[in-house]
């Protein structure tokens, strides 16, 4: 990303979830700080390259839903992150749906606060 540009969705995803995974724990090693930025790659890409399919596939409940369906969409991103990231012994396991689910929620919210910040950043 250059200097001054605005960051695209997929930049806030990497961001925003080593951000949420990290809210839990005030001690962070440089490890784990690595390995968190590994899963927000790997959430990243997997959010630039797989979740517009699934959305494209999913339309109808999305429209059926009201975009509810959306955070079922990244719940279900989350837990292929999860899945590959257990492949790649990173350390980050979502125990099940509803984890997965309340992790999306809190990802959603982090990336409208960092959109909302770094829009305000690009007007002035």
Known sequence: MAVGATPSTSDVYVASSPA???ASDATMTSDRFLKLLVVGLIFGLITAFVRPIVNLISLPLIVLTLGLMLLVVNALMLMLTSAISGGLNLGFHVDGFWTALFGSIVISLASIVLE??????DRT
């Open 116 to 121: 909302s910040i770094f829009r305000r950043a």
């Open 20 to 22: 949420a995974s990290a």
